[in-house]
């Protein structure tokens, strides 16, 4: 049996698109009420009809507590897979197989699920009965798995609504408030680091930022993500033009994971606005050398944290402009052929 689990509040605008885009594709919705005060059950009802099975949890500003109640709920349904679909969130399976068939070809017991754009990829289906469990009271991350028990499952994809510039505030400020006092009583985990650093940055607070970048990197856990913080570093430091620093962040990052191509593009384009020309041109060639369109960047094993653009065409861009400011016209024409023919490799997956 498969069943889709959904925690939601006040959430009757959206629930419907969110159901009915797995309710075909799964035995049982389980619904988890963490405290609707709208029709939002009443929609539920109207898309998953039979199938639904609704749940409740008082809700405690705990997203790993609710997540870890709707896994129990699936377990106690009978389910031999549970899988997690936000209210925000649509799931989105390819023609060619259902997810059963897909789910009857795995022997993973965690799979991830990629994000439609490619970005990044996140737990999002569970084999039953299971030991893993969510930990975090906001951006939760699965525990208790191992590598080779997880893999990006093929030909699945969810796509996520965007939210206006007031709704995301208000989340980000939330999870800084969580974030700060997490973070106080885990200060040796790095991932709470790197989120409390992605929130601040979110919220335009740079300086906050970068010290908890830097401090997720410095404690050398997860090396993609060590190496990410260091970008995402870089990115508040070139919002602040302190370029040379940028530049320097990305040198850092790219020491813990120097497959990560992303970092020499952004040093390349640092160093670019540094007028170190040089510098930008041998940035951007390393970045290209690891990056999808014309590298190895395929070759190295990925969960998530990348930018699609800086695998592709952005290095070329930078060489474009560099070679321009140089006036090295033949070469500004060749990164620029480059450059489109990477964008449209990218733009055609």
Known sequence: MIVSTTLTGSNADIIRDALASVVDQVD????????????????????????????EFPWRNDFAAARNFALEAAADAGARWAVTLDTDERLVVAADATLRERLART???VLLVAQADGSYAKERIVRLPTKVRWNGPTHEALLGQRSAESEVLQGVQFEELPKDARTLRRKFERDVEILRSHVQENPEDPRWHYYLGASLHDLCRYEEAIEAFRACAELRGWAEEGAWACFRAAQCLSELKRWAEAVDMCAQGLAIRPATAELAWLAGWASFNARRYEDAIAWSNMAVVNGFYDGAGQAFARVGFRDTKALYEGPYEVLRWTFDRLGNDAAAKEAGREFAAAKKLREGK
């Open 28 to 55: 049982r919705c389980i619904v988890i009420d963490t405290g609707a005060a709208d029709n939002t059950l009443e929609v539920a009802r109207e898309v998953a009809g039979d199938k639904l099975l609704v749940k």
């Open 107 to 109: 022997k993973a017991k």
